[in-house]
Structures are given as structure tokens and as C-alpha cells.
T-cell receptor, first 112, second 111 residues
Framework: DADVTQTPRNRITKTGKRIMLECSQTKGHDRMYWYRQDPGLGLRLIYYSFDVKDINKGEISDGYSVSRQAQAKFSLSLESAIPNQTALYFCATHWTGFNEQYFGPGTRLTVT | SQQGEEDPQALSIQEGENATMNCSYKTSINNLQWYRQNSGRGLVHLILIRSNEREKHSGRLRVTLDTSKKSSSLLITASRAADTASYFC???????????FGTGTRLTIIP
């Protein structure tokens, strides 16, 4: 089984809808991240969490919210989706003090 | 904002040749990492080099770091078709383990 899983893998939604992307990990890592990837722009950090009670904004948090339900689960919500949130979304984890991040397979989100 | 920029944006070489891609960054770093991404998939960590290191090897990979020029290079020797992917550098600053990614180099290996 994959160490970092994301659901759904693909999603098409309409403008104005609320949508939640979920991430689960079995690696026991304390730190979790949400990134979005747009063509030609690399990955940009949306939110990150260093433990269950710690949530921090990244460079592009507007329009997004997150919830760290447990050490193993970190969800990303789009409260009212808009077309420019169409992108590939990745969850990643790592253990404090070890810089290598482990990525999930990604969620391709299309907002029409 | 992007910390790193990779150069070139795209690279096509024949199988068996060496591939070199470069990364430049803007601020002081704690370490620099390289990741590979196969089309539409998650990133996979390749190698990490710390700010006090100048060169590191892992299998067919060789990474150099020049902190005075704020640049790094990734060399893949004896390329294979399976090396076809996008490669990203990512930097981590002191006291902050967040990663800032570059824009990536798309590498195509021609069989």
C-alpha cells in the first residue's frame, strides 16, 4: 500500500461548489503539507501543519482552508471553487529534522 | 514566489548521454534537494545536499552546490529512457523546514 494516499484522484466540479481533498499517511510523520502545481510554475505551498494543533498558511492560502483531523490525516477544502483553482494538488509529509518529503500521487481538480 | 529556477526548461538527449540541469536560487539556504516527477504523478526525492557540502553522489546522480553563486547542478550519467521526467530543485532555509520549489526541467531521453 502507498505510504501517502490522496482522494479523490480526479475531480471535476462547478464554480461555487465546496470541495474537500483528503490526504492520509501511514509513515507516522508529524509534518504534512498541501501544494498546488500549475504548468510552468512548479509547486507552490498552500498550507502546512507541524502537528495536529499547528496549522500555518503557505504562500497561496487565499480561497483554501485545511483541517488536521489526526496525525495521519490532513484535508484541504475549497470553500467556493473558482476556475483558477484548476490545478494538480499534492499532499506531502516528512518527519521533523529529516528534510526529505514524501508525496502523494496527486489530485487533478478541474473547476468549470 | 519561486525560490529556484531551473535551466534549461526542457532538455532532450539520446539514451546513454549525460544530462545536466541547473538550479539557481535567491536566498541563503540550509539545504537543497532534487526531486523527480513522472508525468502527472507525485514527486520522488532523489538527493539532498547541505549548504556546507560541495558535491554529492548517488548512483548515476551527481549534485554540486556553489553557495557563493547560489546555484546547483544535477548530472545524470548514462541516461536511460526511464529517466524521462521533470526534475525540480527545492530549497530549505535555516530554521524553517519548508521547501520552496523551482519551476522544473523537463528531461526527455530519446531511445
Amino acid at each position: 500500500d502507498a505510504d501517502v494516499t490522496q482522494t479523490p484522484r480526479n475531480r471535476i466540479t462547478k464554480t461555487g461548489k465546496r470541495i474537500m481533498l483528503e490526504c492520509s499517511q501511514t509513515k507516522g510523520h508529524d509534518r504534512m503539507y498541501w501544494y498546488r502545481q500549475d504548468p510552468g510554475l512548479g509547486l507552490r505551498l498552500i498550507y502546512y501543519s507541524f502537528d495536529v494543533k499547528d496549522i500555518n498558511k503557505g504562500e497561496i492560502s487565499d480561497g483554501y482552508s485545511v483541517s488536521r483531523q489526526a496525525q495521519a490525516k490532513f484535508s484541504l477544502s475549497l470553500e467556493s471553487a473558482i476556475p483558477n483553482q484548476t490545478a494538480l494538488y499534492f499532499c506531502a509529509t516528512h518527519w521533523t529534522g529529516f528534510n526529505e518529503q514524501y508525496f502523494g500521487p496527486g489530485t487533478r481538480l478541474t473547476v468549470t | 514566489s519561486q525560490q529556484g529556477e531551473e535551466d534549461p526548461q526542457a532538455l532532450s538527449i539520446q539514451e546513454g548521454e549525460n544530462a545536466t540541469m541547473n538550479c539557481s536560487y535567491k536566498t541563503s539556504i540550509n539545504n537543497l534537494q532534487w526531486y523527480r516527477q513522472n508525468s502527472g504523478r507525485g514527486l520522488v526525492h532523489l538527493i539532498l545536499i547541505r549548504s556546507n557540502e560541495r558535491e554529492k553522489h548517488s548512483g548515476r546522480l551527481r549534485v554540486t552546490l556553489d553557495t557563493s553563486k547560489k546555484s546547483s547542478s544535477l548530472l545524470i550519467t548514462a541516461s536511460r529512457a526511464a529517466d524521462t521526467a521533470s526534475y525540480f530543485c527545492a530549497t530549505s532555509n535555516f530554521g524553517n523546514e519548508k521547501l520552496t520549489f523551482g519551476t522544473g526541467t523537463r528531461l526527455t531521453i530519446i531511445p
